[in-house]
């Protein structure tokens, strides 16, 4: 099992800037990738970014060049460094952590945490 734990959202105005955290606990050494999702009311939740335990990343086309996705292996922490923000970047942030036992891979997910962009 592991437990994920977010934090960093809120209100900014556009172009600012916030910092989402996302702290494991729990079978931690067992975690692969990380990675942040976002959802809005009536979408499917879509990738924003994901970084693997060897530390590449990728991201959704919408958010390069203005979000960083980064991990630190030693607090088991993931952050997303969210820059230049948009309105349309609004939605609910999730956090996501990924194990493989026997081959399969088990998903788990943070509570979410606001992020409102005005314009």
């Known amino acids: 099992q592991v437990h994920l734990v977010e934090s960093g959202g809120g209100l900014v105005q556009a172009g600012g800037s916030l910092r989402l955290s996302c702290t494991a606990s729990g079978s931690t050494s067992r975690i692969k990738p990380m990675a942040w999702y976002r959802q809005v009311p009536g979408k499917q939740r879509e990738l924003v970014a994901s970084c693997s335990d060897g530390g590449s990343s990728n991201y959704a086309d919408t958010v390069k060049g203005r979000f960083t996705i980064s991990r630190d292996s030693a607090t088991n922490t993931v952050y997303l460094q969210m820059n230049s923000l948009k309105p349309e970047d609004t939605a609910v942030y999730y956090c996501?952590?990924?194990?493989?036992?026997?081959?399969?891979?088990?998903?788990?997910w943070g509570q979410g945490t606001q992020v409102t962009v005005s314009s």
């Open positions: 996501n952590a990924g194990i493989y036992i026997l081959g399969n891979r088990y998903d788990y």
